[in-house]
């Protein structure tokens, strides 16, 4: 059975270059366009991983990470921040949320998937 990642950014672009690696990879891939729309997507779904941005509008990244992990059943889901914010302020903040890697745009495909295979649920 195929893992299951969640990719949220407000950009299509992004989701469909990062959704199109991931299929080749074998992973199953699920969209959300930011935060508020990933926790809706996210009710009753197990997933494996979640790939998210950190700004977007409704509900940015890092929001997105504190209101998942108050969640039982996404606690312990892995979250790797996928975005142009390089500050350490940002990943420390990202860190004490829960993020448990940080990766800056742009990125090769071939670095993310390294990335999303060490961090992927079994």
């Not at 059943?73 to 390089?86: D, G, I, N, S």
């Amino acid at each position: 059975m195929a893992k299951i990642i969640m990719v949220v950014d407000d950009s299509s672009s992004v989701r469909t270059v990062v959704g199109i690696a991931l299929r080749g990879a074998g992973y199953e891939v699920v969209e959300a366009r930011d935060g508020a729309d990933a926790l809706a997507r996210l009710e009753g779904r197990r997933v494996h991983l979640i790939l998210s941005d950190v700004n977007m509008p409704v509900m940015d990244g890092l929001t997105f990470l504190k209101e998942l992990k108050k969640h039982p059943q996404h606690r312990f889901t892995p979250v790797m921040m996928l975005t142009t914010e390089a500050g350490e302020d940002k990943k420390a903040i990202g860190r004490s949320e829960g993020a448990r890697a940080w990766m800056t745009k742009p990125f090769r495909p071939e670095q993310m998937l390294q990335a999303v295979q060490k961090l992927v649920l079994p």
